[in-house]
Structures are given as structure tokens and as C-alpha cells.
């Protein structure tokens, strides 16, 4: 059986795969303890301005991290090109986001730490930030966005089912942060047409 390929919306220049509206989603962060900072093969993707503001709060977050961590950022910086040839966070033992650090059990992000803390201006990557939805420059300005499924996620997925919660609704907050206010308004009118050529 093929899957059906969702259908792709339009919100002021940016294409939209239909599941960022009707996937749940809502992080369940007492049953995941954080782990997409510790899974994957490569780094969060980053811009360079992203870069930047690493470096600045670089000497603030510095005592959070890892030995290992320090060790690494030390040799390559706080970013590489990965096998994709994208700018990507730097990362220890081939998965572990080098700006890990821990809470018990729960892996926290040392860069939003500070930053809900008061001690610096940059947050996190807006990748991290917009997970599960995932970021395409095709060039010429054109820009799309995904969601991506992760099988770590799983309990993010029941959690979104249970309260209703569309990714979309999840992520207002970072997707203002990178797209703005008139934008997201935008994108909460298309989806609520989409939802009711739907019905």
C-alpha cells in the first residue's frame, strides 16, 4: 500500500504540510527526560547568526557542560558541517548534543537554562525549538515545513492525542518567534478552512 502524500498549504510564502495541522502533538517531558538532545547522528541545525549567539553565551554555560563536551567544542567549535552539508551543533560520542547537561535523570539544554534564568539574550536553536516540525530552504526565499516523526516521540504523540492539541497549536510560541505574530495568524485561518473543507 502507498502512503498518501499530504497535501502541501500555502501560509504567506511558506509551504506547510497538512500534518503540522492535524498531527497531536505535545512534548511529555517526565516520560522522555529529554532525549532528543542525546539520540541522533548529527547535530541541531544552525544559522550562523545562531552561531553567534552560541558563542556569546558560550562563557556562561561553559560550567554546565561535560568534560567531553568542553573537550569537543574546544577542538571543532560549537558547530560543523555534517554529512548533509549542514550547520549543525557540535556533538559528543556521534549523538549527544554538546550543550546536554542533566537534571537527575532529565537531559536539559544549558543554553535555554540560561536563558530562562535570566543570564543570556540567546535561547536555543530555533531547529530545537520548533521540533517536531522540521525546517527546508529551497532557495529564491522559499521555504517549507515538515513534520517529522521520531520514534523517541511516541509519548509526545499520545499526550497531543489526549489533550487535542495540533502541532501547530504546540509550537505557537516558537513559530512566532521565527515567522511573527501576522504570520501565525495566517497559518491559524488556514487551518481552520482546511479543517473545514475536511468536515
Avoid at 8 to 33: A, N, P, Q, R
Wanted: hydrophobic residues 35%.
Amino acid at each position: 500500500m502507498v502512503n498518501e502524500i499530504p497535501p502541501i498549504l500555502e501560509v504567506s510564502g511558506v509551504l506547510i504540510s497538512s500534518e503540522i495541522l492535524t498531527e497531536k502533538f505535545c512534548c511529555d517531558y517526565e516520560k522522555c527526560k529529554g532525549i532528543c538532545c542525546v539520540e541522533g547522528d548529527a547535530g541541531a541545525p544552525v544559522t550562523l547568526d545562531e552561531v553567534a549567539g552560541i558563542e556569546d553565551s558560550l562563557d556562561t554555560v561553559w560550567g554546565d557542560l561535560s568534560a567531553s563536551a568542553q573537550s569537543v567544542i574546544d577542538k571543532q567549535g560549537v558547530a560543523y558541517i555534517d554529512k548533509d552539508a549542514d550547520l549543525v551543533t557540535s556533538i559528543v560520542r556521534g549523538k549527544d548534543c554538546v550543550f546536554t547537561c542533566y537534571d537527575g535523570d532529565h537531559c536539559l539544554c544549558a543554553l535555554e537554562k540560561a536563558f530562562r534564568s535570566g543570564k543570556t539574550k540567546f535561547c536555543k536553536p530555533i531547529s530545537c525549538a520548533l521540533y517536531p516540525i522540521r525546517e527546508k530552504n529551497f532557495g529564491n526565499g522559499l521555504i517549507g515545513l515538515n513534520y517529522n516523526r521520531w520514534a523517541i516521540c511516541k509519548d509526545a504523540i499520545e499526550k497531543g492525542k489526549a489533550l487535542n492539541l495540533p502541532v501547530y497549536k504546540f509550537l505557537k510560541e516558537p513559530l512566532i518567534r521565527r515567522f511573527g505574530n501576522a504570520w501565525y495568524d495566517e497559518l491559524c485561518e488556514v487551518a481552520r478552512l482546511f479543517e473545514e473543507e475536511k468536515d
